[in-house]
């Protein structure tokens, strides 16, 4: 192999490598698109990053526990076209999240809405 197809195999090796974690995103399937549910909770922590912003929110089950609910967002363009900024949700704020549940039913899902307690509304 000469030194210049060598270099092109090895520069197509890295193209691909660094291409593959754009290509790598997972599916939607772990969520129950045909339910809805709403919780009213108290935000402990927003991560406005890609792939995927992450809301997380305190609320309180049945028996008066709190359960600390995940909610996947969407990408951070995406975000910003809906008004939704990194100082959006902050700690303690109180929100109302509207979602897909987690098949598995583990504590939360993939957003549809949040409302805050200000009334201002974020689909």
Same mark, same amino acid.
């Given at each position: 192999m000469t030194? $210049?197809?060598?270099t092109a195999t090895l520069a197509?090796? $890295?193209a691909l490598g660094l291409a593959s974690p754009v290509l790598a #995103? #997972?599916? #939607?399937a772990m969520f129950d698109h045909t339910k809805e549910v709403t919780i009213t909770g108290t935000v402990t922590t927003f991560e406005f990053?890609?792939? #995927?912003a992450s809301l997380y929110v305190d609320t309180k089950n049945d028996k008066g526990e709190t359960v600390n609910y995940w909610f996947e967002m969407s990408n951070v363009p995406q975000m910003v076209t809906r008004g939704i900024g990194k100082i959006t949700f902050k700690y303690g704020d109180t929100?109302?999240?509207k979602f897909h549940p987690l098949k598995d039913g583990r504590p939360g899902g993939n957003y549809i809405s949040v409302t805050t307690a200000q009334g201002k509304f974020f689909d």
């Open positions: 030194s $210049l197809t060598w197509g090796a $890295l #995103h #997972h599916s #939607h990053v890609n792939p #995927h929100i109302t999240v």
